[in-house]
């Protein structure tokens, strides 16, 4: 069983004359153009916004930079000592330190 055919719209599959066709190319090149001119304004406002902060943190970051190296003091005062570290190789066990061979052991991986 099959459904009956519907109807087609006529207007749907009528092909557009020329003066439609005409509107239809200049409304699309001027939303073109109109989308290239606010995405061009809207750039140029974002890049100038940006500029301008990145002068200002710029311009503060300075200032900070200033401030804290005249906040350094130019003279340390005081006293110290210093403090013997322990040996470089230290027995626990109360042996005598070892001292490296005078002759490196032979590599055992060497042919």
């Not at 459904?3 to 066709?21: C, H, N, V």
């Not at 900070?64 to 570290?85: F, M, S």
Request: proline fraction near 11%; charged fraction near 20%.
């Amino acid at each position: 069983m099959t459904s009956p055919p519907l109807p087609k719209p006529a207007w749907l599959y009528r092909k557009p004359s020329w003066l439609q066709r005409l509107a239809l190319g200049l409304v699309s090149a001027l939303a073109l153009v109109a989308a290239f001119a606010v995405a061009s304004v809207l750039f140029a406002a974002l890049l100038v916004i940006g500029l301008v902060g990145g002068a200002w943190l710029w311009w503060r970051y300075r200032a900070w930079v200033r401030r804290v190296r005249d906040a350094q003091p130019t003279v340390l005062e005081g006293e110290y000592h210093v403090e013997p570290g322990p040996a470089a190789l230290e027995d626990r066990a109360g042996d005598a330190v070892r001292t490296a061979p005078d002759k490196a052991p032979a590599d055992p991986r060497a042919p």
